[in-house]
């Protein structure tokens, strides 16, 4: 079900800007990578590139090819509609629906890929909550506003909007920034479960989050303000913060700039 | 303090609330005045309001008590006759089926515009393009009504027929003579070019509103364009929908010059909206107030105060519409 992210020669831009140069990087199905890096540096930007999200953005421009397996994201003729029914994504602020049902929140994705009978609906949501730990939480009051819920139920609430439509891949933006500890606490668990049937990408400032949660890590930089961000290195979790290759790297991680 | 007020009562307060009382807020000048000022528009906004609902009602009761006729069911205007006998039934349908008409009309053309502004037309094309709207507003409403008398009304005519060849089954395009198009059906196009504006600016504002989080939430589940207005949009903006028509209807339900401009003067009720003749109450108002018998100007008073009621109505069944499923509006994001 997972699938290999195959990244090569990507850049993006914003109407004239390049906001990140030249990045390509394989990611494992089954796998967390996180994304590490000073604010500005096009880790946000990139992880958009990855699901055609970038693009949604008035000017967004991509060059370069994500391979999902075998699949050519920007080749030619591909939707992108079809892309991000396969690369799902999970924002920084929760977003559920305001206007609609926990239940419905959920169903959201299915009921766009076709009709699908009343009982097979059921069983999708009541799978999507318990794969996100929302279900007991939430079983009694399914037909409440989804924006009645705590914002660490709403991520997880959007975290199982996401993966009902079984995605190939999930994408997170900072999924925890909005959040208390304990919060990101049920979220991080989450991840760790996820990823025996996803391929996890997120980004994060939080670098005990990316440590705690990731196997592999990779760290964007950017030169000056203005300059389009780069990717720096991409290496196993654990070499990038006991002794990574770039002296950058490094000082990043303790603290030295950024 | 409040753990120990179960064993033993608490020392009264004294030293705490007697200062309280005793002591003077500081109330600048300044405040004072403003808060003078504000309650005092408040109040004079009250009075008008009761002076003029006495006035109209105390109009209305003088001409109700000299009727003959049934007041809401009667169908003719005829207050200088003796006895005097009047009713607003023609005036409530023309004034209703008009006003139908305008929104059936114009509520869904105006979606559509004020969709294609905010989610369609290139940024280029989407400034103009409202500020032409806007314009449309800017016409006063007798101008629409020369318009409509003059252009629309002739034009119409070709439709008229069409209408009444292939869907005079229906009833309400069946046309009995061949008179010219000064119809309620008429009146009806006419308020909807009307109301668009303004119905179209609001439903834009809207739009323009919905948080760009929740947009990305449908199109990163694969949503299409639509279906990311369906889902995310739509929604979002229904209760503002629903204001911007109300908006409108109150707009076409008042609307007067134009109407009185375009109807023709037979007074009658027709399921036939392609039939000249109708009335609603404005336009009733309008083209009868200066030869009106002082009798005659009470009873178009009470039209007046039957118009109003309705109007509270349209706009109460609003509130409510919306206030129904407030927990589900985007409000609370």
Not at chain 1, 108 to 125: H, I, M, P, T
Not at chain 1, 164 to 188: F, G, H, R, Y
Not at chain 2, 96 to 101: F, G
Not at chain 2, 199 to 218: C, D, G, K, S, Y
């Amino acid at each position: 079900m997972a699938k290999r992210i195959d990244v090569s020669g990507l850049t993006a831009y914003y109407s004239t800007f390049k906001a990140i140069e030249d990045i390509s990087m394989t990611v494992e199905p089954r796998s967390v990578t996180a994304f590490i890096g000073p604010s500005g540096c096009g880790k946000s930007t990139f992880l958009r590139t990855l699901n055609r999200m970038h693009e949604v953005t008035p000017g967004g421009r991509v060059e370069g090819k994500v391979m999902l397996d075998d699949e050519n994201l920007y080749g030619s003729g591909v939707d992108p509609v079809t892309v991000r029914r396969e690369v799902g994504m999970v924002f920084q602020r929760p977003n559920p629906f305001p206007t609609m049902s926990i239940f419905d929140n959920v169903a959201a994705g299915l009921r766009l890929n076709g009709s699908y009978k009343k009982s097979e609906l059921n069983d999708v949501v009541e799978k999507s909550l318990r794969g996100a730990n929302l279900w007991d939480e939430v079983k009694d009051r399914l037909n409440r506003p989804g924006s009645g819920l705590s914002g660490g139920q709403q991520q997880r609430l959007c975290i199982a909007r996401a993966i009902a439509v079984e995605p190939k891949v999930l994408l997170m933006d900072e999924p925890c920034s909005a959040l208390d500890p304990i919060s990101t606490l049920a979220i991080e668990d989450l991840i760790g479960e996820l990823k025996e049937h996803f391929t996890i990408v997120i980004v994060t400032h939080n670098m005990q989050q990316a440590a705690r949660v990731s196997d592999r890590t990779a760290f964007f930089n950017l030169a000056a303000v203005g300059q389009p961000g780069k990717l720096i290195e991409i290496d196993d979790t654990e070499r990038i913060f006991s002794n990574p290759s770039v002296q950058a790297t490094e000082d990043y991680i303790s603290g030295r700039f950024g | 303090m409040n753990t120990t007020a179960t064993q033993t009562p608490p020392p009264p307060p004294t030293d705490r609330i007697e200062p309280k009382s005793s002591q003077k807020t500081v109330v600048r000048p300044g405040d004072r005045i403003f808060s003078g000022l504000s309650k005092g528009s408040g109040i004079t906004l009250l009075v008008i309001m009761a002076a003029i609902a006495a006035f109209l009602t105390y109009r209305a009761a003088l001409a109700l008590s000299e009727n003959k006729a049934n007041f809401l069911t009667y169908e003719d205007w005829l207050p200088q006759n003796t006895p005097p006998m009047f009713g607003i039934a023609t005036l409530a349908f023309g004034t209703v089926v008009s006003s139908v008409i305008a929104m059936v009309l114009a509520v869904p053309v105006a979606i559509g515009i004020a969709l294609f502004i905010s989610h369609y037309a290139p940024r280029k094309l989407a400034a103009p393009l409202a500020y032409l709207v806007d314009l449309l507003a800017a016409v006063p409403s007798i101008v629409y009504g020369l318009w409509g008398a003059l252009i629309l009304v002739p034009h119409l005519d070709g439709l008229n027929k069409w209408l009444d060849a292939y869907l005079g089954w229906t009833y309400i395009f069946d046309k009995a003579g061949t008179g010219p198009a000064r119809s309620l059906f008429t009146v009806g196009i006419l308020l909807a070019i009307m109301i668009l504006p303004i119905i179209t600016n609001v439903t834009r504002e809207v739009f323009l509103q919905v948080p760009r989080m929740h947009e990305e939430a449908a199109l990163a589940l694969g949503a299409t364009r639509w279906e990311t207005i369906r889902m995310s949009v739509l929604p979002f903006a229904r209760s503002g929908i629903i204001s911007a028509s109300m908006l409108g209807l109150g707009r076409a339900l008042g609307e007067t010059m134009a109407v009185a401009t375009v109807l023709s003067p037979n007074f009658i009720i027709s399921g036939h909206l392609l039939d000249p003749g109708g009335g609603t109450f404005a336009q009733n108002i309008a083209s009868k107030f200066k030869e009106a018998t002082p009798l005659g100007q009470d009873a178009l008073i009470a039209s007046g105060l039957v118009l109003f009621v309705i109007t509270l109505l349209v706009n109460g069944a609003a509130r409510y519409i919306i206030g129904r499923r407030k927990e589900y509006s985007g409000a609370n994001a």
